[in-house]
């Protein structure tokens, strides 16, 4: 079997909260179903999504339930010592149960806390897939001693608050725990109900109330455990022990880095890319990232998550149902057709090129009729974004997930404003009205999807002249009208007069040096494959960060590393440039180092979707996301010799 190399973090970090410590470090485990347990290193609750239970799935959207299980050790003096600690309105950390924190592991993705009390050491595991099982254990003390675990629970949307003063909690007391709201269900040893409210808990900005429903409770020697389990779905369906859930956890995460073939952090990487892999009624989908707010992730992440963990199998289930979807964003038809084209080209699958290629024709017509605002220009066969159109495009530059930004001290900042033009919500646009006009990643990824359905024809058996005629076409075209004086690519063709400040007249070419355009060297039949690379090596000394690429160089007007056009690093471009590089025969040695150490600063055995532009490169938004951990893991197991 493999060996997945843990992570582990010592009393000065887990006991001191703060972005640069405990609270800083986030751990996270799903249960394939788009539900999560997540929280801190610490074990204070920072966001609203923070809890050890939280259901979501197909039609039902994100509610966080069990807030947390409060532990608490009774010695054998007598003494009671809490293991827990929350952060109350009055701005209090109270009980300070972080101070006692001795270690905590990520260990084949599960989450291992271990406090120390003197002789007596107390360790906590959990496993969620698909019931959360939590397992208290005493490792270490002179006797027996008291582990109490206090259900303080809620049931709300994920990003939202509960208070006392709205409506009561529905509580059925059932013989060894509880059923709240009929939606989930409590169990394990010794319960013994409560029921009052806990007022003013403070996650981040927001303040809630949480009802404590009751107490597990066991009298343990060393070596003795109290196990906790909670579920939803059916109520009635009691799930396995708690430690029969952790040993299958293990096992599966031995699975998973075996069938991925991956060594060293792939490892740890292929765990991580495991949490964004749905199971649904209509096959798998795959979660853009956690905190989830229940939109899928762009397909530009599938050859990462579902490839490169020898995952095709699933990938071909989610292939085949994507095709009949109704399209989600503009540039979701152009991402379709690359992964259809991966996949084939790397399993040989020619009866899914017979199967998609059609369909996949006609998405990509459809995405350009009606009233979309991304049209083709007949003069050229190029795509030309409408003015006014706010964009919505896929994964390039999504901004960060409406709720999720974090600033430097560990507030949330504020929530961008939802699309005003295209489908996906609440993301917000990719770029703002300035940036209509003949965009370089679009029509990249245009060039690239005419190739790339001609040759799902071909493989198909079906006639594939009219999109290589369309693809000839446009691919002389973005070679006539992209490249500019300064020796890199026009970030926009034919956009507005003047990009700063937003002005109004003739249309205008912009030369600002972007990491958009390396997607003019990086996909498999790019326009620009075959050509010199100077704005390759142009971008990576302007804009390459240990953790990935800025969104705008520091020199240039405007710039703001915390603006996600502005600066603003995107880990998940690191693919994109080591793609670009591999194309024009730039070395791309030790490129992950600083991803690869990344691992232990923000989602702990993952990475999150942005960091500042500025050194130390703060992490900023979501930590947990599915392009990065894609792209990431698709550079380390292609480039990586």
Request: aromatic share 6%; proline share 8%; glycine share 12%.
């Given at each position: 079997?493999?060996?997945?190399?843990?992570?582990?973090?010592?009393?000065q970090?887990?006991?001191?909260p703060?972005?640069?410590?405990g609270?800083?470090r986030?751990?996270?485990?799903?249960d394939?179903?788009?539900?999560?347990?997540?929280?801190?290193?610490?074990?204070?609750?920072?966001?609203?999504?923070?809890?050890?239970?939280?259901?979501a799935?197909?039609g039902?959207?994100?509610h966080?339930?069990?807030a947390?299980?409060?532990?608490?050790?009774?010695l054998?003096?007598?003494a009671?010592?809490?293991?827990?600690?929350?952060?109350?309105?009055?701005?209090?950390?109270?009980?300070?149960?972080?101070?006692?924190?001795?270690?905590?592991?990520?260990?084949?993705?599960?989450?291992?806390?271990?406090?120390?009390?003197?002789?007596?050491?107390?360790?906590?595991?959990?496993?969620?897939?698909?019931?959360?099982?939590v397992?208290?254990?005493?490792?270490?003390a002179p006797?027996?001693v008291g582990?109490?675990?206090?259900?303080?629970?809620?049931?709300?949307?994920?990003?939202?608050?509960?208070?006392?003063?709205?409506?009561?909690l529905?509580?059925?007391?059932?013989a060894?725990?509880?059923?709240?709201?009929g939606?989930?269900?409590?169990?394990?040893p010794?319960?013994?109900?409560?029921?009052?409210?806990?007022?003013g808990?403070r996650?981040?900005?927001?303040?809630?109330?949480?009802?404590?429903?009751?107490s597990?409770?066991?009298?343990?020697a060393?070596?003795?455990?109290?196990?906790?389990?909670?579920?939803?779905?059916?109520?009635?369906?009691?799930?396995?022990?708690?430690?029969v859930?952790?040993?299958?956890?293990?096992?599966?995460?031995?699975?998973?880095?075996?069938?991925?073939?991956?060594?060293?952090?792939?490892?740890?990487?292929?765990?991580?890319?495991?949490?964004?892999?749905?199971?649904?009624?209509d096959?798998?989908?795959?979660?853009?990232?956690?905190?989830?707010?229940?939109a899928?992730?762009?397909?530009?992440?599938?050859?990462?998550?579902?490839?490169?963990?020898g995952r095709?199998?699933?990938?071909?289930?989610?292939?085949?149902?994507?095709?009949?979807?109704?399209?989600?964003?503009?540039?979701?038809?152009?991402?379709?057709?690359?992964?259809?084209?991966?996949?084939?080209?790397?399993?040989?699958?020619?009866?899914?090129?017979?199967?998609?290629a059609?369909p996949?024709?006609?998405?990509?017509?459809?995405s350009?009729?009606?009233?979309?605002?991304?049209?083709?220009d007949?003069?050229?066969?190029l795509?030309?974004l409408?003015?006014?159109?706010?964009?919505?495009?896929d994964?390039?530059?999504?901004?960060?997930?409406?709720?999720h930004?974090?600033?430097?001290?560990?507030?949330?900042?504020q929530a961008?404003?939802?699309?005003?033009?295209?489908?996906?919500?609440?993301?917000?646009?990719?770029?703002?009205?300035?940036?209509?006009?003949?965009?370089?990643e679009i029509?990249?990824?245009?060039?690239?999807a005419?190739?790339?359905?001609?040759?799902?024809?071909?493989?198909?058996?079906?006639?594939?002249?009219?999109?290589?005629?369309?693809?000839?076409r446009?691919?002389?075209?973005?070679?006539?009208?992209f490249?500019?004086?300064e020796?890199?690519?026009?970030?926009?063709?034919?956009?507005?007069?003047?990009?700063y400040?937003?002005g109004?007249?003739?249309?205008?070419d912009?030369?600002?040096?972007?990491?958009?355009?390396?997607?003019?060297?990086?996909?498999?039949?790019?326009?620009?494959?075959?050509?010199?690379?100077?704005?390759?090596?142009?971008?990576?000394?302007?804009?390459?960060t240990?953790?990935?690429l800025?969104?705008?160089?520091?020199?240039?007007?405007?710039?703001?590393?915390?603006?996600?056009?502005?600066?603003?690093?995107?880990?998940?471009?690191i693919?994109?440039?080591?793609?670009a590089?591999?194309?024009?025969?730039?070395?791309?040695d030790?490129l992950?180092?600083?991803?690869?150490?990344?691992?232990?600063?923000?989602?702990?055995?993952?990475?999150?979707?942005?960091?500042?532009?500025d050194?130390?490169?703060?992490?900023?938004?979501?930590?947990?996301?599915?392009?990065?951990?894609a792209?990431?893991?698709?550079?380390?197991?292609r480039?990586?010799?």
């Amino acid at each position: 079997m493999p060996r997945i190399d843990p992570l582990t973090f010592g009393p000065q970090l887990c006991g001191t909260p703060g972005e640069d410590a405990g609270t800083g470090r986030e751990w996270l485990v799903t249960d394939g179903l788009g539900g999560w347990a997540t929280g801190t290193v610490s074990g204070l609750r920072t966001r609203p999504e923070h809890a050890l239970l939280a259901v979501a799935g197909p039609g039902r959207a994100p509610h966080v339930a069990l807030a947390a299980l409060d532990l608490t050790v009774t010695l054998h003096t007598g003494a009671k010592v809490p293991l827990y600690t929350h952060a109350w309105d009055s701005g209090a950390l109270d009980p300070a149960g972080h101070r006692l924190l001795e270690t905590f592991t990520m260990a084949d993705g599960l989450p291992r806390w271990r406090w120390r009390i003197g002789d007596v050491v107390i360790e906590r595991e959990l496993a969620l897939r698909p019931s959360l099982a939590v397992v208290h254990r005493v490792l270490s003390a002179p006797g027996p001693v008291g582990l109490t675990a206090a259900a303080m629970c809620t049931w709300r949307e994920a990003a939202g608050t509960r208070r006392a003063d709205g409506p009561a909690l529905r509580i059925e007391p059932v013989a060894d725990g509880v059923i709240v709201e009929g939606a989930y269900r409590l169990a394990g040893p010794g319960w013994q109900g409560a029921g009052q409210w806990h007022l003013g808990a403070r996650t981040g900005s927001r303040v809630e109330d949480l009802w404590l429903a009751g107490s597990f409770h066991r009298s343990a020697a060393a070596g003795e455990t109290l196990e906790i389990s909670a579920w939803a779905g059916d109520l009635a369906d009691r799930p396995p022990a708690p430690r029969v859930v952790l040993a299958a956890a293990r096992d599966r995460a031995h699975r998973l880095v075996t069938t991925a073939k991956a060594e060293g952090y792939a490892g740890t990487l292929a765990l991580a890319a495991d949490t964004f892999v749905i199971r649904g009624p209509d096959g798998p989908t795959l979660a853009d990232g956690y905190p989830w707010s229940g939109a899928p992730a762009s397909l530009a992440a599938y050859e990462g998550l579902l490839l490169d963990t020898g995952r095709a199998d699933e990938g071909r289930d989610l292939l085949l149902a994507a095709a009949e979807r109704p399209v989600s964003t503009l540039d979701a038809p152009l991402w379709l057709v690359h992964a259809a084209d991966r996949h084939v080209t790397r399993t040989g699958d020619s009866d899914l090129a017979r199967r998609l290629a059609v369909p996949l024709g006609r998405l990509l017509r459809q995405s350009l009729s009606g009233d979309s605002p991304l049209t083709l220009d007949p003069a050229d066969g190029l795509l030309t974004l409408a003015a006014g159109c706010q964009g919505c495009l896929d994964g390039v530059e999504a901004p960060l997930a409406a709720g999720h930004h974090r600033d430097p001290a560990g507030g949330q900042g504020q929530a961008v404003a939802g699309c005003q033009g295209c489908l996906r919500q609440p993301e917000g646009p990719l770029r703002t009205s300035q940036s209509s006009g003949k965009l370089v990643e679009i029509n990249a990824l245009w060039v690239n999807a005419l190739a790339a359905l001609a040759d799902l024809l071909a493989d198909g058996g079906r006639d594939d002249s009219e999109p290589r005629g369309k693809h000839a076409r446009a691919r002389e075209s973005f070679l006539r009208r992209f490249p500019a004086p300064e020796g890199w690519l026009h970030d926009v063709v034919e956009g507005p007069a003047a990009p700063y400040p937003l002005g109004a007249g003739t249309q205008h070419d912009d030369p600002t040096l972007r990491p958009y355009q390396l997607f003019g060297w990086s996909l498999p039949h790019a326009p620009m494959r075959g050509n010199a690379g100077t704005a390759v090596r142009a971008a990576g000394d302007a804009l390459l960060t240990p953790l990935g690429l800025r969104t705008l160089a520091p020199d240039e007007y405007g710039y703001d590393g915390a603006h996600p056009e502005q600066g603003l690093v995107r880990p998940w471009l690191i693919g994109a440039y080591a793609d670009a590089c591999a194309a024009t025969g730039h070395p791309v040695d030790g490129l992950l180092d600083g991803l690869a150490a990344h691992l232990t600063e923000c989602g702990v055995g993952s990475i999150g979707e942005a960091v500042h532009g500025d050194a130390p490169h703060r992490a900023l938004g979501r930590p947990f996301d599915a392009l990065a951990v894609a792209e990431t893991l698709r550079v380390e197991t292609r480039h990586t010799p």
